[in-house]
């Protein structure tokens, strides 16, 4: 789907990636489903912190996982909340900057909840962290879309080797990786199970 | 045939494959919600020059191409017959060397000889991709595609979102003036491609020589058809491309192939009226049932937007285009060639036959 996705996914470089399904895990497990649910509901916790509840929160995933992940911690927030949490999803692929090196990619769905994002609180929901160019991505999407009050950045997965000057708020787990090796998120409403593994 | 290095054409609803088509009207799906953004602008296509080149009169198809290449923040040049060196006795050819050494990255044409998109695409004249807007009497493909998206929308749609193969057994009749329909053509194409079934419904000289080798069926009888069908294409008769008289009478063409609020009323509850513009009201269309609720004719012209958006970014947005790459341009080219030949009444075959008259 991306270069970070597909590099940190280990897939071939193809729109497919972030259409199909990931193969069977394979490499080492770093985070078993118990251990993303844990990470997840931490980050709920964390950004209900950082926000001070849950006004004017909007959770954006960037697709694919990014979009399932969003809607978890959004079903945990509303838990503790009691109160829903706004949720959409936000396409990159057009604000990519590595747009016109590869072949014309399939667009994935950016749904932005009613109301918009304008002096909302949003939260970018993405699996893996790696060079941070989607993020810068994202960025530049959004700001097509509105003006909120302040973006923050929740990933289920750091793995380090940033190009740009781009950080996250809230991390699932930090993941030391060489360049060389190449971190797989699965997901069970997409992959049929919750991992995230390491070759 | 293959598609030599760096091409990237649309020039017939041929060259697509079902998967080409399908992803098209995906990637239009997901383009369509940009008309509800305060930003009708994505950055797909920045720095990329597009020249609509029209040598014929049209309002919807190029303010549309405009509009598309526009919101994908592509330059764009308007270039029409009137006004230009073109109405000065310009070759095609020449005009294309222009093109080429202003740096065009596609060309969106449309021209009254039908086969010009085509010559222009593989004489070698330039690089430049080539969209088919429409040549005489033979293929409009992003036409078909707005009009396969519309059907897709209103009759393939699940829980709000397109559904693949959401075309297939359904019914399509194509009524009027087929003969000179390029959109025919084009939908006839799509549609089989897409699993729909097309019926032609016109009087038989309105029916183009050779219509039996194309996958569609033939009827005469507009009301033993419309009880079956899901979808109504009305087509306008083109009175400016006839040179004879094809019919006895306006009256009696609209009598018998005229949709009006009777005919209408025998329509499944589901079906939809569409029109792919200019229409005659009074004519092929009544103006109760062009303003009715089944009609969808004002849609197909928003749609038109996100089709072309898609077009052009999946030709342009890339290293190489996404869709189109198929060999199938083939039967297109022969009939081009022959369609040019006799539109110019030449028989040459070289380039002078796309000159302006």
Known sequence: MSPTHSEAHSEAPSADAAAGPQPAATGRTVLDARDVSRALTRISHEILERNRGSRDLVLLGIPTRGVHLARRIAAKISEVEGAEVLVGSLDVTMYRDDLRMRPARALLPTEIPPGGIDDKVVVLVDDVLYSGRTIRAALDAMNDIGRPRAVRLAVLVDRGHRDLPIRADFVGKNLPTSTSESVAVRLAEHDGEDSVTIK | MTVPTGSRHLLSAADLTRD?????????????????????????????????????????????????????????????????????????????????????????????????????????????????????????????????????????????????????????????????????????????????????????????????????QTSYDLDAVLPKTDVVMMLRVQRERMNASYFPSVREYSRRYGLDARRMAALQDHAIVMHPGPMIRGMEITADVADSERSVIVEQVTNGVAVRMAVLYLLLGGSEPAVANGPADVGAADLGAADLGAATGSTTGNDEESEQQ
């Open chain 2, 20 to 216: 080409d088509a399908e992803l098209i009207l995906s990637t239009a799906e997901e383009l369509r919600s940009l008309a509800d953004r305060p930003i009708k602008k994505l950055p797909a296509l920045r720095g990329r020059t597009i020249v609509n080149l029209f040598f014929e009169d049209s309002t919807r198809t190029r303010i549309s191409f405009e509009a598309a290449a526009k919101r994908l923040s592509a330059d764009v040049i308007n270039f029409s017959a009137k006004g230009s060196s073109l109405s000065k006795g310009e070759s095609l050819k020449d005009t294309a060397l222009t093109l080429e050494a202003m740096g065009a990255d596609a060309v969106v044409v449309r021209h009254w000889a039908s086969g010009a998109p085509h010559n222009l695409a593989h004489a070698g004249w330039s690089r430049s991709s080539v969209i088919n807007a429409g040549d005489g009497t033979h293929e409009h493909p992003t036409q078909a595609l707005l009009d396969a998206f519309t059907m897709t929308r209103h009759l393939g749609a699940k829980d709000g979102a397109l559904r693949p193969g959401g075309l297939d057994g359904r019914r399509v009749a194509i009524v009027g003036d087929v003969l000179h329909s390029r959109v025919a053509r084009s939908n006839a194409l799509l549609l089989h491609t897409l699993g729909a079934e097309v019926t032609l419904v016109a009087p038989p000289t309105l029916l183009p020589y050779g219509v039996d080798t194309w996958n569609v």
